[in-house]
């Protein structure tokens, strides 16, 4: 019987700074013949410290490494930070369920991030970036604290070329990006009522870009939100994720609207 | 089975094996522990105080040792043993277990090594009806290996597995009948009485419960270490004095506990968001995994009926109070 708990090693072939706080490592492939759809994460671990999960944010079909993109917050995450290139560490999945793609091919997408939540989404731009025609216009809409968190700053003019990038800070310090939270963009674009929203960012965030793409006449199935939550076993056993019927490493991270909105203890608890 | 012949048959089983059974411990509390004499063991309605979970699910157990970069499988190093004098109520619970835990390697191997020898037992007061009468017919949705029917002044043997056949036919026992697993769910259906609370808990929320159970519990977590189908774990990274060793291992982890639902830190610095922060929301959690999201996940039953965090709570919390609570905050809505 395959161990299930079993990580396997990967080797850090590259790590960039992402902003002040965030570093993105490129990793090897844990196991011949590993792949992930956008939205899924995998357990990154260090001996010693345990194991934390990281939404993967690299292109779907690299045969060659994944990378995640890592924010300085905890014991883990900090020792993460002091690796180096040609470091192992170790990595199990991928684990959850993605982002429906497909059901967005050929329509409009609204991709909405707050802060760390960029990364699970980035698979989906470049996949944009890489099929042009797949989808029928593409929409970031990112919101971020300050301008020195903003992450893959240097790819920017290449997501500007297939999708519409629009950037929100809460405290600009320049004239660069404008101040207020993602949900002002909405009244100021156009946003076609027909489009598929998938969204990666706070609980808060979560709940008034709903309100806001319901006001747009959204549909709640075609609106889904990725959960964070504290996971131990990635395979619904261990209860820590659990919201509703619902375990998050397992049935989630990502849900539509249409599954969350029926129980009360998503966003927080009773 | 005589009982004369049974209590041959449990000398049988001493002889060479480690048999846990319940007994009462000398300050008169009814107990699970190795059985070292054959007069000692307790076969009666009384539930043990601790359940058969522990012998399935040790409190902590290693998974893996490391050494640098290395993790290698640490399986559980047990020997065969017996457990004897499973109420049909716990043996309800077990089957859930195996289900939960069908792709743990841990628990696969302790199950592998387990003779579970189950009896028609049950409290006289007991709040799951279906076990309240027993029936043959109940027995091929249990998982056991020996099933002890308890008859007028005698057993009736069953057996549930290979394993099971084989122990009877050594102790030279052929007069048993086998009963082949059928799965867990039963012809008739899923169970009346979960999908009753399950739709009272989903559907007919009332807040007042919540609140009332959030002011009296205390957060100690009793419960959850006596209840025999609570089993969230929390898996944890322990360093040898050695540089660069260590073993990654599990325990048993409690739904009422702070850290539980800490998804940064502990960094003296990192943000602690918490998403159950206060009692209500954690005594509703544990309530939602036994009545919600055990029959959502496994259509079984996530309580068994047992009565055991109710004996065990300080703050005289009672399971099946809240049942009936849950029952009628839905009667008084529809």
New interface residues.
């Given amino acids: 019987?395959?161990?299930?708990?079993?990580?396997y090693?990967s080797k850090i072939l590259n790590v960039e700074k992402e902003g002040s706080d965030s570093k993105t490592f490129t990793l090897s492939l844990p196991y011949k013949g590993f792949s992930f759809e956008p939205g899924q994460y995998v357990m990154a671990s260090i001996?010693?410290?345990?194991?934390a999960i990281f939404g993967v944010a690299s292109a779907m079909n690299d045969k060659k490494s994944i990378q995640i993109t890592v924010r300085k917050?905890?014991?883990l995450t900090?020792e993460l930070h002091n690796k180096k290139k040609g470091d192992?560490?170790?990595i199990r999945g991928p684990y959850g369920r993605a982002y429906p793609i497909d059901l967005a091919k050929g329509k409009n997408v609204l991709l909405v991030a707050g802060g760390i939540g960029i990364p699970p989404l980035r698979p989906i731009i470049l996949d944009a970036i890489k099929n042009p025609k797949k989808y029928k216009k593409v929409s970031i809409f990112y919101g971020c604290r300050d301008e020195s968190l903003l992450n893959y700053i240097k790819e920017y003019s290449r997501w500007k070329k297939v999708c519409d990038l629009n950037i929100t800070l809460d405290n600009p310090t320049t004239k660069k990006y404008p101040k207020g939270v993602v949900t002002t963009l909405f009244d100021q674009q156009n946003i076609p009522a027909d489009a598929s929203a998938f969204m990666c960012g706070p609980p808060i965030m979560y709940k008034f870009v709903i309100q806001k793409l319901i006001e747009k006449g959204l549909k709640p199935e075609n609106i889904y939100a990725s959960l964070?939550?504290?996971m131990?076993?990635g395979?619904?056993?261990?209860?820590?994720c659990?919201i509703?019927?619902y375990?998050v490493c397992k049935d989630g991270p990502v849900f539509s609207y249409a599954e969350l909105m029926n129980?009360?203890?998503w966003l927080?608890?009773? | 089975m005589t009982k004369n012949k049974f209590q041959q048959f449990v000398k049988f089983l001493l002889n060479n094996n480690l048999v846990i059974a319940p007994q009462y411990n000398v300050e008169g509390y009814l107990h699970l522990a190795e059985l070292k004499n054959v007069k000692d063991l307790y076969l009666g309605t009384e539930l043990p105080m601790d359940s058969w979970k522990w012998y399935f699910l040790p409190p902590e157990q290693k998974?893996?040792d490391?050494y640098?970069?290395?993790?290698k499988?640490s399986l559980p190093k047990i020997k065969s043993q017996i457990l004897l004098g499973v109420s049909i109520l716990d043996l309800q619970a077990l089957t859930l277990l195996n289900q939960?835990?069908e792709?743990?390697?841990y628990y696969?191997e302790i199950k592998k090594k387990t003779i579970v020898i189950g009896t028609s037992l049950v409290p006289k007061e007991n709040f799951y009806k279906y076990f309240a009468k027993f029936e043959e017919d109940k027995l091929e949705h249990l998982q056991f290996d020996i099933f002890l029917a308890v008859q007028k002044g005698d057993y009736k043997i069953y057996t549930g597995s290979e394993d099971g056949q084989r122990l009877l036919d050594k102790f030279g026992y052929k007069n048993y009948q086998h009963i082949e697993y059928a799965g867990s769910i039963r012809e008739e259906g899923l169970d009346q009485q979960m999908l009753v609370i399950k739709d009272g808990m989903?559907n007919y929320?009332n807040?007042k419960i919540?609140d009332d159970l959030g002011k009296r519990c205390m957060q100690c977590g009793k419960c959850t270490i006596a209840c025999p189908v609570c089993?969230?774990?929390?898996?944890?990274?322990q360093?040898n004095l050695e540089r660069?060793s260590?073993s990654?291992n599990?325990c048993w982890?409690s739904?009422f506990y702070n850290e539980?639902?800490?998804?940064?830190?502990?960094?003296p610095t990192?943000?602690k968001h918490r998403?159950?922060t206060i009692t209500?929301?954690k005594i509703?959690?544990w309530y939602?995994?036994h009545f919600?999201?055990t029959p959502?996940?496994f259509s079984l039953p996530g309580c068994v009926g047992c009565g055991r965090c109710t004996r065990t709570c300080p703050a005289d919390i009672d399971i099946f109070q809240t049942q009936r609570d849950i029952l009628k905050a839905k009667q008084r809505k529809k």
């Fill in positions: 019987m395959i161990n299930v708990y079993k990580t090693k001996p010693g410290l345990g194991e917050v905890g014991t900090s192992i560490i170790g964070e939550r504290h131990d076993c395979q619904g056993v261990c209860q820590h659990a509703g019927h375990y129980f009360k203890s927080s608890p009773i | 998974m893996f490391y640098g970069q290395n993790f499988e939960v835990f792709k743990d390697t696969q989903q929320h807040q919540w089993f969230c774990f929390r898996m944890f990274d360093a660069d260590g990654r599990r982890d739904c539980f639902t800490q998804v940064a830190g502990p960094a990192a943000p998403l159950m209500s929301q509703y959690f939602e995994h919600v999201r959502a996940s």
